[in-house]
DNA sequence: GGGTGCTTGTGAAACGTTTCATCGTCTCGC
DNA sequence: GCGAGACGATGAAACGTTTCACAAGCACCC
């Protein structure tokens, strides 16, 4: 424990130089078959296990990249974690995960943390628009930085998002095809940008083919979406919408609570679409249509974008990729025979 | 970038020596205040951020510990990871959080890197009780390592679990006082520990008073639970269960859909109780009655322990904590009047 | 037999901190 | 006016690696 051993104690063993050693785990190439087995066959005895630490230091930058997502438990950022997680494998790349629980001040911390370890490059998803100085001097001091999910308002860094006015649009054309005249938006509040450009690309699809009833909500949990279900199912029948589009999955699940709980049958009477494609939508009691985002794939190119721009040193190209969602169509908008 | 700037810099901008801006770094109580202020003005002057590998280098250990999961997008252990991250912040520790995605490779290959950082400590669920041998390894040569979820089989370390055993006692009485006395257990495979444990104790507790009807499952899936629903629902009214419990509420979302589109009700045909109480039990079209378990606190105790042992040189009484769940009551066995 | 080039191995100099023994300077009490 | 402390600051020695200029040994060719 107290007496670790260290590159110079294998060295001893082996009747070798340390330089040699260091050649040995890091340059094999360069050294005899027969010293080489020598030296491998002592690190085994011994229990040798590289110091990072020294090593970093003389090598002056890490291997490793950090993730600093808004919230672990949930699963959008999961799965994108795990995205990142795959591509950097394949480069043999580490990856930290960090959690900002949506805290600017715990955002902060750990960029300070992350900077201190000289990780070689950042994703993240900023908590808040308005407070990026921290960030900003991470970039200005050199580490590169790919911002996921968050597109707008940084021309000069790389950046992956979803098309949410195109994820907007196959909801309305779905609905549309369905024969739907009156349908409703549900969502909010409007100062989120997701929840904005879902609602912009959902109405200008819907242009005058359909009336449109949009219902704020405070939040996106499936609470709100109770309670919007109520302000929907109190209309008289004629004026009621015949379909339901959610700004995300929770809302949608609760819509389809207080619609049912209210003798509403859907999607009989009013159809769904959600949005996220949780796990949860499929398995709902009524399964969920939804609008699907690729999210590990976010994750692996943000971190091919990241790998990229630290490997082409200098000469690297900022790119903001935009990626198109799908429409999962299940029975919440297909009347079961 | 290249040229970073040192210590040594903030020293000769300071006019003071280097041992001093160490100083004002790690004990500014040892530092005149005059200089104290001119040090830290260098500092903020040059943008000077401190190298951690260095400094680890010099301490010997770092100042983290690591958590390796067998599943991030698991919101179990998502919650499990919170909950050590909530603790770790509190001792000044930073949590580097480690997905084994099940894989007795990856688990590996993350206990070699984990290693060569020093890390203090580690949490962690091991993949397979058949595949130890590196993480002895890594206990054999002196880091503190505190099992998760994972109580038996290894006596000479920390762990924390939860009594399984007693989660099945509660739904076994809850279902008994609501006068259920034909019942179901829904779960499996049967060569999975937890749901032996959850198994034996609703059986148990049981006794005499209910007949229990036992079906296997051959996982712990929505779907597995539809199917298992269709095999209840077939039975003649007289024979089959009032009441069905599941290994975990995924199993018990899939027999609310199962039952629901047979035309059975729930619960007034048939209540039912589900394990793990994940967010959407209580979000779903029928809300879920479900054995909960301290997620959260599994990961802050786990995280006591291991800090606890590595503060504690040496005298460190190896302990287990097992939690007790807690039922939480809602509709799915709760007549609404 | 001397020059050339290739393969292996060497050992010391970094890398940027922290620590620690030491030294100067002040203050205070007598 | 002197010794004892307290207080601040110093500078060199670690920490364990990687790198790099160089040397030793050997084979080969003219």
Redesign the interface.
Known sequence: ?GA?TGIKDVARLAGVSVGTVSNVLNHPERVAEATRLRVRQAIAEL?F??????R??RA?N?RQIAIVVLD??N?FF??V??GA?MAAEDHGV?V??C?S?ESVDRERRHLD?L????VRGVLITPVDDAHTSRLE?LIA??TPVVLVDRGSGWPSRCSVAVDDVFGGRLAAEHLIARGHRRVAFVGGPMSIQQVIDRHRGFSAALGKTARLITVDTPNLT?TSGRVAAGQLAELPAQQRPTAVFCAND?LA??V??GL?HRGLRVPEDVAIVGYDDIE?A?????PLSSVRQPREQLGRTATELLLDEIQANGDHQHRHVLFQPELVVRASTEKVP
């Open positions: 424990m670790t229990g296990v590289r110091n990072d630490s020294a970093q230091l002056g890490s672990v438990t699963p999961t799965d974690v795990r997680e580490l930290v995960v959690n629980s943390v900077e201190e370890q000289r001097l001091r050199g499936v929770l699940l609760g389809l609570q049912t949860f499929a398995a709902a009691a009524v």
